[in-house]
């Protein structure tokens, strides 16, 4: 470290001031060359994981990298200070569509945009003063991450987790290709703006509902740690339902249509069925004379995204198929529909309507002139009669095997088993979660490592041969050709099968990023183990994470496809646990005049503009202090020019210190040192809690009670001046590094502020030994008295009555009232 020179010399007529440019330049540069936030893992002390989500490389980084990154910064320099082994690693989600379309853009291979931009945020976040462990950083796109990401394909595809099956996607006719739903933006590619369509593809799957029971059942393990909305959500991806499963026959097939129902009990009030057009039934069942209408129907559903076919405001549409189903309970014809608002992909893609009870089956019957019958009477109108369905509890009619009974679980209960009775149903628990579909039609993404061979079938790369690694492509290369773009590197497809020397092809889809995203945190644990994804005992070390941070954007895919992973690698038997996070931090957007920013609204802001204006301490303590961690930051609303005021005023109160290093700071001043440690306690609390903007607000309480100190009686000599710098600066380096780093030298001490660790607190100052009680006479204050904040109301009334500034105020009166309010206040009314 270099002597400090006259850069830091202060004329005596001007406040002292940091130079937050230079103090960024500074101390970059010595934490680079110390490795400062370097993980030891050698055992010398407890543990800390903490990690933030993975940023992908689109540009550098913006306003919400700034509070995003803030935030998962003061969580790990917080458990650094508090004596932890801290873990806080950096790495690329650098797989993805962005680079794809860039590279077709600028004639280049994905590789150069993707690494290109990977540089300029790591130079970025350098910058902004993280305290990141640079030695484990990782990216998904190099071979050697995917390489691993392909041999965990291959053991879940053992397990029986990989499989493939036709499915529905989103298809461009333009483009042609296949688009991920939230790359359909109000029904138009957002590539080209071509209107989006359906088109039935065979696809590669992970079996994510074989572990739904868990996914939903391991949430305990969560309570507490995660934000209880990011659970909610969750538990309602995976809607577990409990109900029956139903046969209904249907005239000439002799296979049944088989719908789930949470409702059994409300059977006898089923008077048609909709199935899904774009499902493997309705083309089966409909008849010759209906399939032109139903054809026609088909193509326009096909136009339609999942969000229009589900809204309950749309008018509802459908056609008649020409067929009619058995209501097992009761023996009735139902007319069978195709409708746009049952989706192929949930449950079997067939709904019971019973249009008395559900208000899109009403809609739909009321459109289609079909019977309405109330099955349960809640007291409210007749649907048939009113247009609005009822969906209460109530007393069953018109249902002949449910007569007498008015509970809804005992009549639930009875239909199962009259259904079981007669083998036309069963009871059964389904959830909403679907199959995880991973196969993309893109080029930029890990290869799917499978060889087609026509006489073996589906045939695994050998894991000696792992990885497969993209060919090189560039520009038109990549077009879409209704294929993966990987389809036309013959030279790459074109392979011997691994099992029986034959022609073979590769597959030409690439793997979901969600799948890259699922697992990089245990590969963190050992990113250079060239022989396994991860070393089990590094991750028994350092696993689960202490503290995940990240955006509630990802409250359910990303969090829920990590979870799957986790519990696939503990039944592997390749680690211990089965949640992979303990705590979740979710921040909020950085907006800006009340909307999310974006070039097309002109409300940008840029985060490198403000970083050169304020400095980086400023920008970091004015996102955080702006707002809980879960709310929206506004920047209109806040001030980084405010923010690097207090900073200047925090960093003078250091050049202000006049006692020596290692004075004991016990014979201070003991009202500031009560004050201090108080502030100091509640600081703990804060950030433990996670209310980070209100521990900045203690802290600023701590420099204007210094300031107060030093500016008055005190002085800057009094060793409880040195302890309240002291503890000011560790407490604000969780969110100004460089300022802090400046003051701790300032006062005295070797480098860095980072080991410096956290503010003890004297458990005796935090106690309230005296309170003032002020004594009133007819409404004026005649004496004030220190007393214990314990003292009673009878013990108060007696000391006040006995002092003698009361007694010579009532010069001889009697009195006519008294009011005591323990410890604080005494009104006293003469006669």
């Known amino acids: 470290m270099q002597e400090r020179g006259p ?25 680079e060359e110390h490795q400062t936030f370097k993980a030891a893992d050698d055992g010398s002390k407890e543990r800390r994981y903490v990690l933030d989500m993975f940023p992908y490389p689109s540009g550098d980084l913006h306003m919400g990298h700034a509070e995003a990154f803030a935030m998962g910064d003061v969580v790990a320099r917080y458990q650094r200070l508090r004596g932890y082994d801290v873990l806080h690693p950096i790495g690329w989600d650098s797989f993805g569509l962005p680079a794809e379309n860039a590279a077709i853009q600028r004639n280049e291979n994905p590789a150069k945009w993707t690494y290109a931009n990977i540089e300029t945020q790591a130079t970025s976040f350098k910058r902004y003063g993280l305290s990141l462990d640079w030695s484990r950083r990782l990216h998904t796109s190099d071979p050697s991450y995917y390489k691993w990401t392909q041999w965990l394909f291959l053991k879940f595809r053992e397990r029986g987790l990989a499989y493939r099956k036709a499915s529905w996607v989103n298809w461009c006719p333009k483009d042609q290709t296949v688009l991920a739903n939230e790359q359909v933006v109000n029904g138009l590619c957002e590539r080209c703006g071509t209107q989006v369509t359906k088109r039935e593809l065979t696809q590669w799957f992970f079996k994510v509902t074989e572990y739904a029971d868990r996914l939903l059942d391991d949430m305990e393990q969560l309570e507490g740690g995660w934000p209880e909305r990011v659970l909610t959500m969750q538990r309602n991806w995976i809607g577990r339902s409990a109900g029956a499963y ?16 949470t409702r059994p009990d409300t059977l006898y009030g089923a008077t048609f069925m909709v199935i899904a057009p774009d499902g493997r039934l309705a083309p089966q069942i ?71 009870h559900d208000q899109r089956d009403l809609d739909f019957a009321r459109k289609f002139g079909l019977r309405v019958r109330m099955v349960v009477d809640t007291g409210e109108p007749d649907p048939a009669e009113s247009g609005v369905a009822t969906t209460g509890d109530g007393r069953y009619v018109n249902s002949p095997v449910l007569e007498g009974i008015s509970d809804k679980v005992a009549g639930i ?16 628990i389904t959830f909403r979660l679907r199959d995880w579909l991973l196969s993309r039609q ?89 022989q396994r994804p991860f070393d089990p ?82 920008v970091r303590l004015t996102v ?107 407490t604000l380096s969780l969110f100004a590094p460089y300022v802090t780093e400046e003051m701790w030298e300032q006062l005295g001490h070797q480098p860095s502020v980072a080991d410096a660790g956290w503010p003890e607190v004297d458990p005796a100052l935090l106690v309230t030994e005296q309170v003032t009680c002020v004594v009133q006479i007819k409404g004026k204050v005649r004496a004030r008295l220190e007393v214990s904040p314990e003292i009673s109301e009878d013990e108060l009334r007696e000391l006040v009555l006995a002092d003698e500034n009361v007694q010579r105020s009532l010069d001889g009166r009697s009195i006519a009232k008294i009011i005591v309010r323990a410890p604080k206040l005494v009104s006293i009314v003469p006669a």
């Open 442 to 530: 893109r080029f930029w993404g890990a290869p799917i490592p499978i060889i087609h061979c026509e006489q073996c079938g589906e045939v695994p790369v050998p894991e000696d041969q792992l990885p497969v690694e993209l060919p090189y492509l560039t520009g038109t290369d990549l077009n879409p050709k209704g294929t993966s773009p990987l389809a036309a590197a013959t030279d790459w497809v074109n392979v011997e099968c691994p099992q029986c020397g034959g022609p073979g092809k590769r597959d030409t889809d690439t793997m979901d990023t969600f799948v890259d995203s699922s697992w990089y945190f245990f590969r963190y644990c050992s990113p250079e183990d060239d």
């Open 413 to 428: 209960g009875k239909t199962i088993e009259e259904l079981e009775a007669q083998g036309v149903g069963r009871g059964a």
């Open 537 to 618: 005992e590094a991750v028994a070390r350092w696993m689960p994470v202490a503290q995940y941070v990240g955006g509630v954007e990802h409250a359910i895919l990303h969090l829920l496809y990590m979870r799957f992973f986790t519990k696939v690698l503990y039944d592997m038997g390749v680690i211990g646990f089965t949640e992979p996070m303990k705590r979740l931090l979710n921040q909020g957007q950085v907006i800006n005049q009340g909307r999310s920013m974006s070039k097309s609204l002109g409300n940008g802001v840029d985060l490198g503009a403000q970083i050169d204006e304020f400095g980086v301490d400023a």
């Open 624 to 730: 955080v202090f702006a707002s809980p961690p879960e709310e929206d930051v506004d920047w209109a609303d806040v001030s980084p020019g405010g923010s690097l005021r207090f900073l200047q005023r925090a960093y003078r109160l250091t050049t202000d210190v006049t006692s020596d290093l290692g004075v004991d700071v016990t014979t201070g001043d003991r009202s500031l040192r009560s004050t201090i440690h108080k502030l100091a306690a509640d600081i703990t609390d804060c950030i433990e809690g996670q209310r980070f903007n209100v521990a900045i607000a203690r802290i600023m309480e701590m420099v204007n009670a210094t300031r107060k100190a030093i500016d008055g009686e005190i002085g800057g000599s009094d060793p409880a001046v040195r302890e309240a710098a002291e503890m000011i600066t560790r």
């Open 246 to 261: 139903v046969d209904f026959g249907v005239e000439g097939r002799s296979e049944p249509i088989t719908v789930f129902t």
């Open 286 to 356: 409909v008849t010759d004379d209906h399939r032109a209408e139903f054809e026609a129907y088909l193509e326009r559903t096909k136009q339609e995204t999942e969000i229009e076919r589900q809204s309950a405001d749309r008018e509802k549409t459908g056609v008649f198929l020409g067929v009619y189903a058995t209501n097992p309970i009761n023996g009735e014809q139902v007319p069978v529909y195709a409708a746009d608002y049952v989706l192929a992909e949930y449950g079997t893609g067939a709904v019971m309507s019973v249009p008395a």
């Open 7 to 31: 850069a830091h010399a202060e004329r005596r007529d001007e406040p002292a001031r940091y130079d937050a440019v230079a103090a960024q330049e500074r101390w970059q540069a010595y934490w």
